[in-house]
């Protein structure tokens, strides 16, 4: 399984891939909300999941998660 990671704080991001990849999914991690909404627009067939931080820098969480499902994702 592969997981997105949308989170600004990096002790915090680094600690959840650990994990993650310790059980075996592949994960890409990003700091900012735009370049996250982007990314996923782009390649959202590829993900099973998005972890996503509600304040991001450039786009909230929510916002990420409001655009993706307007466009089906």
Known sequence: MRVLIAEDQSRLAKSITKGLVHQGFA???FANGDE?????ILHHDSYDALILDLMLPGRSG???????????I
């Open 62 to 72: 929510l916002d990420i998660c409001r655009s993706v499902r307007e466009r089906g």
């Open 36 to 40: 996250a909404v982007e990314h996923i």
């Open 27 to 29: 994960v890409d991690h």
